[in-house]
């Protein structure tokens, strides 16, 4: 026993001494953390390299923190590159920390995963949270306008609209040309949902070779984005808010009462019309500043973090709220996400993420094309508060605009609802393996409720009468209608990751992964009409089921549902910092096509040279602190636009059939299927350069791409039927090259500045339809798709001039209905004669050029910023102006208009009964090349001494100015005409206004 208690007293002596050994190789480490401009990082995280041990710095820049003394210290600051310092047994270290601007450490997203920029060879581009939320934008997206190359973004002015995006041009005729969207791994189609201010980064995947991973989803290019996680160290409350008026800078020039009057006089006396009587109008009224206002918008944001020893937990709650410059148009939506980490050993972490989000939406009933279409000389109501009604030879195309808003004003509301969840657990095991798997469920409703009131009381002024009051139109009923949409989104990834350094410089890292997704969407509508209910005022009643049954009514409804399942692999290997390998391989199938052609093999290859490693490169080569030259090829699927019933037979119910002397209801194939249909398939090589030089302060990167799609989904129809079916047609390619170039410096410590640009181009051509001769239409024959030429291309006659005499017809190729004071057009056949064959392309909706230009400057607490972003090389069609060769109001244009020979050769006639001057030609393209002055800001961040007092470790008050100008040639009130239909783009029938926006906003945190 004796000894058995010497033995156990020994050991309890030795555990002693270790514990105390152990305890002896802890060190108190302090120190201060500044930026490249000496001023103080506050709550910047000091983590113990291996471990979710650490703290955050002060309001000064102080830290401490006890670690082993053989430890290492990871010090890490969004904006900034992260340092690992061993400690070495010190007791002080202080870090200034470098801005990560053009770092190579930078980690983007890549196909579920994550990688080094340094070690990329495909072509990915990313932008910081902290650029998108400095602008007062309800939509992330809308912020990346001018950031990127390759990348093409046109909005819209109206609240709550979703931008269109296109990545590196148009893959295909059929669908959405949209590109992909990844939240946290969750595969979304928009991100309209997210708050700005919760936004870390977004990574936009451009190659084929980046994308192939996605299988048959990310064909258009995917755009990744990773929300804010909460930050190691104390609880931070962070608060952002911005409030801003919104102002139309220009409105489009129609002329006044004075100039409508000589118009439209000079227009009767050519049709050889009496004339109009104006003695009761003599009003001159702007219809424009009628309807357009200057208008609210406010963002905020509100995030709580918090870190403990095994958890970390992040809310983030955002509201925004945006008027339209239309009046009665407002926008509003509400965004909760609480994200939630746990580790519950060192080897298994779980997590899980919640996002709610609700908007409301009050569309405006304003139509913009009637306030550029409604004769000034009708004034908005009389003394007595009654509406006017337009002249009668306008009141069957245009009504009085204040009198139909103010009557249907809040008479829609659309409301949505969308709840999106994930859990995920890692374990990590084998010292260099890590699985992880993640369920994600995506739950969405909106719903419209609409309500058409009773007319009001109007006056009638006229033509030589006295005005009198009259009913509208006795006509209109009231009406009440609904629509509901629900989507539901189910997802589940599992990855294996291998992640290991070998000796002798190898690196290599590689994932092995299964994947599936399911989608359902379900749609019902209805209306019903009502000639005793008007309540306006009240939505409550705005139900079907309150309106009298009896009464007119109508429904309908539809669903889709599909799904994909893949399973996928990478490997990323690197070889001495210098020669770089990754690859990638999936197999996916989709429920869209028939159980033979639903899968299919997609994979990428890319290969990266570091040449500043070599050491022929660092003796000889001076001033080049990094060149990397890289190559990739993918391959990958492509089934937008192709819906699960193309594949099979669908029933026509519209049909009859004939037994003896009998006519019976039946059905028939509306379409037919074709059994061999499949996905497309997009094949692109990328070739890419890389350069930092001048100690990094000049960063350079160039990519050159080829990327080609075959077998597009294209409707057909069946010889001699009105059937169609859909088969794989075609090929088309996209080529373009992609610079960006900035330079980084400072003047002193304390003045720093940046400027950075970029540049892209891209050339689309349609390398054959698959069938000789084929087309396909858009826009009424506007838009053309054909063999040789770029996607929807406007097609039409091209204007050489004005016919002056007829004489001048004697000897120019005409119409043969023809006269003096007629557009004249080339005869591109040569044949003598203007026909439909003398049509020919006229140029591209979508603009081939892009680019994009910022400067930055920060002194002390100071920093100003100035960004622009602008396109070139497309066309406009202006085809609000087809309404000045009718009897509606007319733009200042008209006022050249050709009256005797010699008065004008730009301008035709003013006789709306000459069809052939409505002819599409080049009359209507007005060039679309455009530079705007995107943001200008200045900002003020308080140093942290100041705030001490109060518990704030940071603060930056800023104000800003978007869009404040625009140059342009185009009329409108913005050249970003709309690019949302592949076939059918670039018409500017009265865009909503893209508004500039003045605001000023603050960054709290406490």
């Known amino acids: 026993m004796k000894k058995i208690f010497t033995k156990f007293s020994v050991l309890i002596v030795l555990c002693l001494l270790l514990l105390n050994v152990a305890y002896a190789q802890n060190v108190t480490i302090k120190g201060v953390v500044k930026d490249d401009a000496g001023l103080a990082v506050p709550s910047a995280s000091v983590i113990i390299k291996g471990t979710t041990n650490g703290t955050q710095t002060d309001v000064n820049g102080n830290y401490s923190i006890s670690a082993p003394a053989n430890g290492t210290l990871v010090f890490t600051y969004i904006g900034y590159t992260t340092q690992e310092i061993a400690i070495n047994n010190r007791t002080t270290i202080n870090v200034d920390f470098k801005s990560a601007t053009n770092d190579l450490q930078q980690v983007v997203v890549v196909g579920y995963g994550t990688q080094k920029k340094r070690d990329l060879t495909g072509s990915i581009a990313s932008v910081k949270g902290e650029d998108i939320e400095k602008l007062a934008v309800t939509n992330p997206i809308a912020a990346l306008q001018g950031k990127v190359p390759g990348l093409t973004i046109s909005n819209s002015g109206s609240p709550g609209s979703s931008p269109t995006v296109r990545i590196r041009g148009i893959n295909s005729t059929n669908g959405s040309a949209n590109p992909l969207y990844v939240v946290d791994g969750l595969l979304q189609d928009n991100i309209d949902y997210l708050n700005p201010a919760d936004i870390e980064s977004i990574d936009l995947l451009r190659d084929a070779s980046s994308v192939a991973i996605f299988g048959l989803r990310g064909a258009n290019g995917v755009i990744a984005v990773t929300t804010k996680r909460a930050a190691r160290g104390k609880t931070r409350v962070n608060f952002q808010s911005t409030l801003g008026i919104q102002h139309v800078t220009n409105q489009i020039d129609v002329v006044d009462a004075n100039g409508f009057k000589k118009l439209y006089s000079a227009q009767l006396a050519n049709l050889k019309a009496a004339p109009f009587d104006y003695t009761n109008y003599t009003a001159n009224t702007n219809w424009q500043d009628q309807m357009i206002r200057d208008a609210v918008i406010n963002t905020n944001s509100l995030s709580v973090s918090n870190s403990g020893e095994k958890s970390t937990t992040l809310i983030n709650i955002g509201y925004n709220n945006q008027d339209g410059i239309i009046k009665y148009n407002n926008y509003k939506k509400f965004i909760a996400r609480l994200s939630e980490e746990i580790k519950i050993t060192d080897k298994i972490k779980v997590g899980a993420d919640l996002t709610g989000f609700h908007w409301r939406n009050e569309p405006t009933a304003a139509s913009l094309n009637n306030a550029l279409w409604a004769a000034p000389i009708v004034g908005v109501k009389n003394d007595a508060g009654l509406y006017y009604t337009m002249p009668s030879f306008q009141r069957a195309q245009v009504g009085n605009l204040v009198y139909s808003t103010e009557r249907n004003r809040n008479t829609s509301i659309q409301r949505g609802y969308r709840i999106n969840g994930s859990l995920f657990a890692e374990v990590k095991f084998l010292k260099d393996f890590t699985l992880k798997s993640t369920v994600y469920t995506d739950l969405g409703f909106n719903n419209t409720r609409g309500y058409s009131p009773l007319p009001y009381t109007v006056v009638n002024l006229g033509e030589g009468v006295v005005p009198t009051a009259t009913f509208y139109d006795n006509t209109v009923r009231t009406s009440v209608n609904q629509n509901t949409f629900e989507s539901r989104r189910y997802q589940q990834d599992h990855t294996l990751n291998y992640d290991k350094e070998y000796k002798g410089g190898h690196k290599l890292n590689a994932i092995v992964g299964f994947t599936s997704f399911k989608q359902s969407t379900t749609t019902l509508e209805g209306s019903r009409r009502d000639t005793t209910l008007n309540v306006p005022n009240n939505s409550n009643l705005w139900y079907l089921g309150i309106i009298n049954a009896n009464n007119p009514s109508s429904n309908g409804g539809g669903g889709t549902e599909f799904s994909n399942t893949g399973v996928f692999g990478r490997i990323s290997y690197a070889y001495q910092n210098k020669y770089l390998l990754n690859a990638s391989i999936r197999r996916d199938g989709s429920s869209i096509f028939a159980p033979k052609n639903r899968w299919g093999t997609f994979g990428s290859v890319g290969l990266g040279w570091v040449a500043s490693e070599e050491t022929f490169f660092k003796d000889n080569v001076k001033g080049i602190d990094f060149l990397k030259l890289r190559a990739a090829w993918g391959r990958l699927g492509n089934a937008n636009g192709a819906t699960e019933n193309r594949a099979q037979v669908g029933l026509d119910n519209g049909s009859t059939a004939i037994f003896g002397d009998n006519i019976y209801t039946a059905v028939s194939e509306a379409f037919y299927a074709d059994p061999d249909l499949r996905f497309e398939v997009v094949q692109g090589i990328d070739l890419g350069l890389d350069i930092r030089a001048l100690n990094n302060r000049l960063s350079t990167e160039v990519n050159l791409y080829n990327k080609t799609s075959s077998g597009i989904i294209t409707a057909?129809?069946?010889?001699?039927?009105?059937?169609?079916?859909?088969?794989?047609?075609?090929?088309?390619?996209?080529?373009?090259?992609?610079?960006?170039?900035?330079?980084?410096?400072?003047?002193?410590?304390?003045?720093?500045?940046?400027?950075?640009?970029?540049?892209?181009?891209?050339?689309?051509?349609?390398?054959?339809?698959?069938?000789?001769?084929?087309?396909?239409?858009?826009?009424?024959?506007?838009?053309?798709?054909?063999?040789?030429?770029?996607?929807?291309?406007?097609?039409?006659?091209?204007?050489?001039?004005?016919?002056?005499?007829?004489?001048?017809?004697?000897?120019?190729?005409?119409?043969?209905?023809?006269?003096?004071?007629?557009?004249?057009?080339?005869?591109?056949?040569?044949?003598?004669?203007?026909?439909?064959?003398?049509?020919?392309?006229?140029?591209?909706?979508?603009?081939?050029?892009?680019?994009?230009?910022?400067?930055?400057?920060?002194?002390?607490g100071f920093d100003a910023t100035i960004e622009g972003q602008g396109v070139a090389g497309n066309k406009i069609y202006t085809q609000r102006r087809t309404a000045n060769f009718s009897i509606l109001n007319y733009e200042s244009n008209r006022l050249n208009a050709w009256t005797t020979p010699g008065s004008s050769n730009i301008e035709p006639i003013l006789d709306n009964s000459r069809g052939n001057n409505l002819l599409f030609s080049t009359y209507f393209l007005e060039p679309g090349d455009y530079f705007r002055l995107r943001n200008v800001q200045l900002g003020y961040t308080f140093g942290a001494n100041a705030l001490t007092k109060v518990g704030i470790s940071k603060l930056r008050l800023f104000v800003s100015g978007q869009n404040v100008k625009t140059w342009t040639k185009a009329t409108g009130y913005t050249p970003e005409a709309q690019l949302g239909n592949v076939l059918g783009s670039g018409a500017d029938n009265g865009i909503y206004p893209v508004p500039a926006i003045y605001s000023f906003g603050l960054n709290v945190t406490f």
């Open 716 to 860: 057909q129809t069946l010889p001699g039927t009105t059937k169609g079916y859909v088969t794989n047609l075609g090929k088309i390619s996209n080529k373009g090259i992609e610079v960006s170039l900035s330079w980084n410096d400072k003047i002193t410590s304390e003045l720093t500045y940046n400027i950075s640009g970029n540049f892209g181009y891209n050339k689309n051509k349609v390398n054959s339809t698959g069938i000789t001769s084929f087309q396909l239409l858009g826009n009424g024959g506007v838009n053309l798709t054909e063999t040789g030429r770029s996607i929807g291309y406007f097609y039409g006659y091209t204007q050489t001039g004005i016919y002056q005499s007829t004489a001048d017809l004697d000897k120019t190729p005409h119409f043969a209905n023809s006269l003096p004071g007629d557009i004249s057009y080339a005869d591109i056949n040569g044949d003598g004669i203007i026909s439909p064959l003398d049509r020919g392309y006229l140029g591209t909706p979508f603009p081939p050029y892009s680019y994009g230009l910022s400067i930055g400057l920060a002194y002390k």
